[in-house]
């Protein structure tokens, strides 16, 4: 077999590790998350909006704010409205781990916990349907290794009363 065909597929297998991870699992497949189906709101009101979060059993994510700065933690990014400001997400108290072989505590999340996002609605807002969108960032890994970081789209819909 030529040089240039061997490097191409030790890449193309390179490649296929980072996106699949250990045994072909799925970076996306690893977590899931559950927004509420819509937040009642009131004009000029502050409330809560919560994102429920469940890591696959045997993974954990890296908690926010992470112990090592190398590590990629958990981000909840959601943009403004005119109408609704976020403020910034309140995340839940880490768990300790220490991987074997390591001196070093990780600061991580797993099974299943609540992202608290407050949302500021403005005193003039109408009356009306809105949707913020956003992001959930974050880098799932087992007790050897860690998968390719992934981004997952997040929408949440409020609905302002007076």
Request: proline share 9%.
């Amino acid at each position: 077999m030529p040089k240039n065909r061997i490097r191409s597929a030790a890449l193309g297998l390179v490649w296929l590790l980072l996106l699949f991870g250990p045994a072909g699992v799925l970076a996306a497949d690893v977590l899931s998350f559950r927004v509420p189906e819509f937040i009642s709101a009131t004009a000029g009101q502050d409330t809560m909006a919560t994102i429920q979060v469940s890591v696959k059993r045997g993974y954990h994510v890296q908690a926010n704010p992470v112990k090592n700065p190398s590590l990629v933690p958990i981000v909840l990014d959601v943009k403004p409205d005119e109408m609704v400001v976020p403020g910034p997400p309140v995340y839940p108290l880490s768990k300790k781990l220490r991987l074997g072989g390591s001196d070093e505590d990780l600061a991580v999340y797993d099974g299943t916990f609540v992202i608290r996002l407050p949302l500021t609605i403005v005193p003039n807002a109408l009356r009306s349907r809105l949707i913020l969108s956003g992001t959930l960032r974050y880098q799932a890994c087992d007790d050897r290794h860690c998968l390719f970081p992934v981004t997952l789209p997040v929408k949440l819909i409020i609905l302002v009363g007076r």
